[in-house]
């Protein structure tokens, strides 16, 4: 008799263990999403951001960028690496806005999934008791 009271301590311990995990989680995925909005906010905070990135990333400075790397090919790692730099800036602002938005968009669906996890064993807990 006494192993199986063991048992249910373990399973009940186990349990409160995996719960405390998913609401780490699930506060993890709140925090997040919050830095990522407000980031997402800097950006559409911008004036005219989606005109800037349209016609000084896109159609101006990344093709300049681009054939700057193409005619340095031939010079030294210093200004390949520079180039590159430039370049992976560039295309990151050009992306900055769908990346964060796509980033949150998953945040969101995880942590519905989690909460959708707590209120499964809430029920299961109280359905027990």
Known sequence: MAVFGLGQKAAKNQSEAEHKRLCDINEDCSRDIAR???????????????????KYLVE??????????????????????QLAGQIAEAEFLAQALPIIEEKVRRLTLRQKSVQEKMMLQ???????E
Do not use: C
């Not at 090919?73 to 200004?79: I, M, S």
């Not at 809430?122 to 027990?128: L, M, N, R």
């Open 36 to 54: 990522l909005q407000e980031l997402a906010d800097v950006f559409k905070a911008f004036p005219g951001w989606e005109a800037f990135r349209q």
């Open 60 to 81: 101006i400075r990344l093709p300049k960028l681009n054939a700057a790397a193409a005619k340095a090919l031939a010079a030294d790692d210093k200004v390949r690496n």
């Open 122 to 128: 809430d029920s299961h807990k109280t359905g027990s």
